[in-house]
């Protein structure tokens, strides 16, 4: 597609979009006036023809208008040749979101807004060939840092540093046989999916690369994490020269085994489906993206998936592991601060018990959001990365 495909799809995104909130307006007013209409028998049959037709028209107009809004305002900016929204930094970040809700169905329809895995650099995406790397990657090493954004985000996450510390990608840059490299992800696919195309993403990287038998190391965000778990697994499965040479997986924030925030939708749609009245707002949490409910069982869709695609006999995991996490009380072995992490992953997902203890940190007074733009984190990852 061609860029201005993006603006021309916003039609249809905002149709899907306003859709997806009036769906659950409009099913409990109808659910409400069915019951009303009920109590009043034959009598009211007249009225609720005409109350439905008119209900009808005015959901239907509000669809449309919608629809036809986003069209009008993609058509103006295409034809401005604005820049389309994934190379703008407040467009990107909206396309992030609006992709980490309900990118499954933006992928399915195959719009133009739906966020495709790519490798990126300088706010563009890097083809996967061996000039196009070259350019990009002037001081290319031989090992290789992935860096994988978390849920509804890209890869400028990674810019994100405090008190003029570097950023973790700004550390890694500056680190000596290190080249960190960032990609782009549709957060709303199943984590499976996108860590097969993942691993075959890595692979023709290896291949392509500038420097001769590279290793690679990743470095995942909250639901990165989960990818580059997927990602691994998929590539020792079907033998990926990448796989069984890679050095480190480090997650930061990870929810291994799923996440409460996410754990909540599922209860919550249970919820709301027992009374009827509020069964539409059920069907509207069911609709959340894949990503979405894969994070409610954090690490169980990794092991999912590499026991569908079992790892080979005699191909043993090479890979050493790291893990951080965080939590927001004063002392890191505070029960409370164990119970609630960074108030969004607790320290029992974000960790593993069979880790050694050197390669787990655990940082106190820090909250999800936090992590990113931690210099202690910053630090500690770097020295994971160098350690053989």
């Known amino acids: 597609m061609q ?20 769906e659950p307006v409009e099913g409990m007013h109808r659910t409400i006036t069915e019951r009303g209409f009920r109590y009043v028998g034959p009598l009211g049959e007249p009225v609720r023809l ?34 389309p929204p994934s190379e703008t930094r407040r467009g990107s970040g909206i396309q992030a979101a609006l992709n980490g809700v309900w990118g499954d169905r933006l992928d399915e329809r195959g719009n133009a807004l739906s966020v495709s895995l790519a490798l990126r650099s300088g706010d563009v995406a890097v083809p996967i060939d061996t000039a196009a790397l070259v350019a990009a990657y002037p001081a290319a090493s031989s090992h290789i840092v992935m860096l994988l954004h978390g849920f509804g985000q890209t890869e400028r996450c990674w810019d994100a540093s405090s008190d003029g510390d570097p950023s973790l990608f700004e550390a890694l840059e500056a680190a000596p046989g290190i080249t960190p490299v960032l990609v782009r992800y549709n957060s709303g696919l199943p984590i499976a999916r996108t860590g097969a195309d993942l691993a075959q993403l890595l692979e023709e990287l290896e291949a392509a690369w500038p420097v001769d038998a590279p290793t690679i190391s990743l470095v995942g965000y909250s639901m990165g994490g989960l990818i580059a778990r997927s990602a691994y697994a998929s590539g020792m499965a079907v033998g990926h020269e ?16 799923g996440t409460p925030i996410a754990r909540s939708v599922g209860l919550g749609k249970w919820a709301l489906r027992i009374a009827r009245t509020t069964r539409p707002l059920g069907d509207f949490l069911d609709g959340a993206s894949a990503g979405i409910k894969d994070l409610q069982g954090g690490a169980d869709v990794a092991a999912a998936w590499q026991e569908a695609v079992p790892i080979p006999e005699g191909h043993l995991p090479a890979i050493r592991q790291h893990f951080v996490a965080a939590v927001v009380t004063e002392s890191e072995r505070h029960p409370v601060g164990a119970l609630v992490g960074d108030l969004i992953v607790p320290v029992a997902s974000a960790t593993q018990p069979a880790a050694p203890s050197e390669n787990v940190r655990i940082v106190a007074k820090r909250r ?18 160098h350690s053989d």
């Open 242 to 257: 990448w796989a069984t040479g890679a050095r480190h997986l480090v997650s930061i924030g990870t929810p291994h085994t």
């Open 3 to 22: 860029p201005n495909d993006e603006y021309r799809d916003l039609g249809e995104a905002a149709s899907m979009l306003v859709g997806r909130v009036v």
């Open 368 to 385: 999800h959001f936090d992590l990113l733009a931690d210099p202690d984190i910053t630090g500690q990852v770097v020295d994971w990365l």
């Open 50 to 83: 005409v109350h439905n037709a008119v209900v009808d028209r005015v959901y239907s107009a509000v669809r449309w208008t919608a629809g036809a809004i986003g069209a009008g305002a993609g058509a103006v900016l295409a034809a401005r040749s604005t820049p």
